[in-house]
C-alpha cells in the first residue's frame, strides 16, 4: 500500500498585526505545520512521492542523513515506520555515538527517531562532508545492505514533486507567496505551481548565493521568484535574541509558533519588507508554514545553558 497520512486541508490563517494595517497588506499563513506531529509541513511534502518510490522500487529500509536536530531526521523515521520500512540515520557528529544513552536523554530529536525505530550511524563531520560520494554510499552498501537513499534534507525531483502540491485553487488570489528555503525543495515546487500572476519570495536560512544555482535546475527556467538574502541572522541555526523575542511576541499575537531555523527568520522578513513598504498597498501575500517546530526542543536546551529568554511552545 502507497505511503499515506491521514491529513488535514491545512488552512490559511489570517495575521492580524498594526503594520499589516498600516500599509495596507494582507497577510495568511498556510498552516503546513498541522499536517503531523513529525512528518509536517514539506517534510510530508518532500517524503510522500520518495516513499512511493521506494515502495515501488521494492526496497526495505530508507537511509538518509541529518543533524543532531534534524527535522528531516525525525520525520524520515516517523514517514519509514507508518509506510513499514526500516530506516538509517547517518548522524553528523560522531562525538554523539560514545554515549548513545546519554544522547537519547538528551536529545529530543534523535529520541523520536529512535523511538520511531531509526537505526543510527554517527560519524565525523569531515567524512559527512562526502555523504554524496560514490565511494561513500558504496560502503554504507556494504555495512547496511540494499536501501533508498533519500539525500539530505529529503530535496531531489520526487521531493519538488511533492511541494508543487502545496498551493491550491484557492491561493489564486494572493499575489506573493513566500516560504523558507533550507536545500531548494520547497520553493522550486511552489515556482512551478505558481501561477503567472504570482511572485515567489524565498527567505533562506543560510548565508550565500549558492542556493540560486541548487533551484535553477528544477524550475525549467522560470523567473517568477527571487530570494531575500538579509534574513539568515548569521547563517545556518544561527539566531539571536531580537529573533527568539520575535517568534514570542508572533506567538503572543497570532497563537503560531515559529522555529528560528526557518520560519521565524521567514516571517521576521515578510513583516520587516512590509514595514519598509516593499510590497504595493493592497497586496495579498501567503507565507507557507513548513513545520519544523520539534527543533525548538533543542533550541531551548541551548537556550537554557546560556540563561536566555527562551522560545515558549
Known amino acids: 500500500m502507497l505511503f499515506q497520512l491521514e491529513i488535514p486541508t491545512p488552512e490559511n490563517q489570517q495575521i492580524q498585526l ?27 511534502r518532500k517524503l510522500k512521492y520518495n516513499i512511493e518510490e521506494a515502495e515501488q522500487q521494492e526496497k526495505e529500509v530508507l537511509l538518509t542523513f ?20 526500516k530506516t538509517i540515520g547517518i548522524i553528523r557528529g560522531d562525538e554523539l555515538g560514545k554515549d548513545v544513552t546519554k544522547t537519547l536523554s538528551q536529545n529530543e530529536t534523535l529520541r523520536n527517531a529512535y523511538e520511531n525505530g531509526m537505526q543510527f550511524k554517527f560519524i565525523t563531520r569531515e567524512a559527512y562532508r562526502n ?5 561513500f554510499i558504496n ?43 533550507g536545500t531548494g525543495g520547497t520553493i522550486s515546487g511552489l515556482i512551478n505551481s505558481a501561477k503567472k500572476h504570482q511572485k515567489v519570495i524565498g527567505f533562506p536560512a543560510l548565508k550565500g548565493d549558492f542556493l ?7 524550475v525549467k527556467g522560470s523567473e517568477n521568484w ?49 514595514a519598509k513598504g516593499a510590497f504595493p498597498v493592497g497586496s495579498k501575500l501567503l507565507a507557507i508554514h513548513t513545520g519544523g517546530l520539534q527543533g525548538i526542543a533543542g533550541v531551548n536546551q541551548k537556550l537554557k545553558n546560556k540563561n536566555k529568554e527562551l522560545i515558549k511552545v
Open 18 to 44: 498594526p503594520v499589516l494595517t498600516t500599509k495596507g497588506i494582507e497577510l495568511f499563513v498556510k498552516r503546513e505545520d498541522t499536517i503531523h506531529p513529525f512528518v509536517s509541513g514539506n517534510k510530508f
Open 66 to 85: 541529518g543533524g543532531a536536530f534534524s527535522n528531516h531526521i525525525a520525520a524520515t523515521a516517523a514517514a519509514g515506520k507508518i509506510a513499514g520500512f
Open 131 to 135: 555523504k554524496t560520494s560514490e565511494a
Open 139 to 181: 560502503q554504507l552498501k556494504k555495512e547496511f545492505g540494499d536501501f533508498y537513499l533519500v539525500p539530505e534534507g529529503g530535496t531531489n525531483a520526487l521531493a519538488v514533486q511533492g511541494c508543487e502540491e502545496i498551493l491550491t485553487n484557492e491561493d489564486e488570489k494572493f499575489n506573493y507567496i513566500c516560504c523558507a528555503v
Open 212 to 218: 540560486v544555482d541548487e533551484i535553477q535546475p528544477y
Open 226 to 274: 527571487s530570494l531575500q538574502t538579509d534574513y539568515h541572522f548569521g547563517g545556518y541555526g544561527k539566531y539571536n535574541e531580537e529573533l527568539i523575542r520575535f517568534i514570542n511576541e508572533f506567538k503572543e499575537q497570532t497563537t503560531i509558533l515559529l522555529d528560528p531555523i526557518y520560519t521565524g527568520k521567514m516571517l521576521f522578513g515578510i513583516l520587516d519588507l512590509v
